[in-house]
């Protein structure tokens, strides 16, 4: 069945936001006096929501105080997190090749859409989408932001989700779309492949070549 959208997640996927990422995830950490961390140790946190990431960095499970954590990383992250991300390669070629084969595309994030659309504006790939989704001001579940988007037609369920983590694929599955995996991103191929993808892409080439195959 022809795919009748094109879904993207955003960071680890188009962009890769490592440097914005860890910088604003330490301002916050040690506007709260709490202790910064390494790279390393916030990689495994890019891809789920930051309240999330930033509970379990910060140790905390006090709601109240991981909104101010959250408030705090944005206070950075619009200022200059967002312009600290950089396009993988071969994405502008991907995207390029799918837009001329008529693939309606859009971005489902859980970025703060208001960021998602200024790194997609910011880096010139807001002229490939025809819709964004990005997570509300306290935090939505990628599965709602997918069913919210299947429930007004944006999407109908023939539609694929691309993405680099388990998070990507299990709301998916959840909302009944199919799912593919790409390895440039932040998940394993263990990760990718429990959550059992219509196929996994090692390269943008890679994945623009299994689009178009199994979109015949």
Known sequence: MPYHSLIFDLDGTLTDPLTGIVRC???ALSSHDHQVKSEQEIKPYIGPPLEIALGELSGSTDETHIKELVATYRERYGELGYKENTVYEGIYELLDTLQ???FRMGVCTSKFEIYAIKVLEEFKLDKYFTFVS???AYGTAKSDQLRGLIDVKTVLDSS???GDRYIDLTSAHKTGLRSAGVL???GSLEELTDEEPTFIAES???LSAAIITSNQ
């Open 25 to 27: 995830m330490n301002y």
């Open 100 to 102: 001329e084969r008529g």
């Open 134 to 136: 990005g997570s509300g």
């Open 160 to 162: 694929l989700m691309i």
């Open 184 to 186: 440039w991103g932040y």
């Open 204 to 206: 943008p080439a890679h």
